[in-house]
């Protein structure tokens, strides 16, 4: 078979890619539990957590001639700060409020306060900048002096919102921060029934006719798309590839605020959660389906949410 020379290039960058890969794993569960805290939505973590990780692979060559140390994860959680402010600004988000250092505004900073109890406000009350250094410094234990150097600023600075993101805090209701907005994202109902009808009847061939041309099939985490309705039907869909989730079925439900598609495998010892997937629709067809079967911080996350114990990976 031809291949290209982009295919070519494709092709050496796998080995590389495994050795990079291994080397941020040990740190990928707290990378997610950052960005959740970030984001405030397991949705929007996961996402977070892919760009971080595709960034961070991007900017490799661009790090060889650093003469400092560089360690996997302080470059990971840099990488996904400044991406997060990236999409703050872009939203038009004041970065920073009163930035200005000061001496003697340490007082209290060591009264404690419950994360938890917080995360889910944390986008409403906090400017994103305080809401990076209150999360590093108060969730994961970094020093002032690393997070002036993660955000490029001085550890006044560090201090100085610190100070005021806890002085926040505490003056903030806690029905105000677990307060969620009842809007939800409009569906197509019959379109979902459908696909749930001809999913639990295993008939993938009707699955695939509720696909457009241009569709896109994406296993998150794996960062590999399946693009167009020949190629999806080819393998995902493909009604004579064997098939090892006979007793998986499928029901809608919204997770997160988000309508999601909700996979369970019925086994001797109950159910348990097998899958979750999201659909973009286009005139009650299929554009753009994403499956998040492999990211196995989401899915614990998801498994807690639905009260289910979740299925090992198979695949």
């Known amino acids: 078979m031809y291949k290209t020379e982009m295919q070519l290039i494709g092709e050496e960058s796998k080995d590389i ?3 990079f890969w291994n080397l941020i794993q040990p740190y990928r569960h707290e ?3 950052y960005c959740l805290k970030l ?3 397991p949705w929007d973590a996961e996402d977070l957590v892919q760009d971080t990780v595709l960034k961070s692979f991007a900017s490799l060559s661009a790090l060889s001639h650093r003469e400092q140390p560089l360690k996997p994860k302080p470059y990971l959680f840099r990488v996904a700060t400044n991406h997060w402010l990236d999409q703050c600004r872009k939203k038009g988000l004041l970065l920073d409020e009163n930035l200005e250092e000061k001496s003697g505004i340490a007082e209290d900073l060591n009264d404690q306060l419950e ?4 995360i889910e406000g944390l986008l409403r009350n906090l400017a994103p900048r305080q809401a990076v250094v209150f999360i590093l410094m108060e969730s994961f234990r970094f020093t002032a002096k690393e997070v002036a150097e993660l955000i490029a600023t001085t550890e006044g600075a560090v201090h100085a919102m610190l100070h005021r993101a806890r002085k926040r805090l505490q003056t903030t209701s806690f029905q105000d921060l677990t ?3 009842s809007e939800v994202s409009s569906i197509n109902k019959d379109a979902i029934q459908l696909f749930i009808e001809k999913y639990n009847q295993k008939d993938f061939r009707g699955l695939a006719n509720l696909i457009i041309d241009e569709a896109t099939y994406s296993f998150v985490e794996m960062g590999s798309t399946e693009y167009g309705k020949e190629t999806i039907t080819k393998y995902s869909l493909n009604p004579d590839k064997e098939r090892k989730h006979e007793s ?3 029901h809608s439900s919204y997770l997160w605020d988000k309508p999601a598609l909700i996979f369970v495998e019925k086994t001797e010892d109950g159910e348990r959660l097998f899958d979750i997937n999201t659909i973009e629709w286009k005139n009650g067809k299929i554009e753009k389906w994403k499956c998040y079967y492999f990211c196995r911080n989401f899915m614990e996350h998801a ?3 639905l009260k289910l114990p979740l299925a090992p990976i198979k695949f």
Request: glycine share 14%; no cysteine; hydrophobic share 35%.
């Open 39 to 41: 984001t405030g939505s």
């Open 303 to 305: 498994a807690d949410e």
């Open 115 to 118: 994360i938890g109890e917080v």
């Open 31 to 33: 990378l997610w539990h």
């Open 179 to 181: 307060s969620r907005s």
């Open 17 to 19: 890619w495994g050795k």
């Open 248 to 250: 998986v079925y499928v």
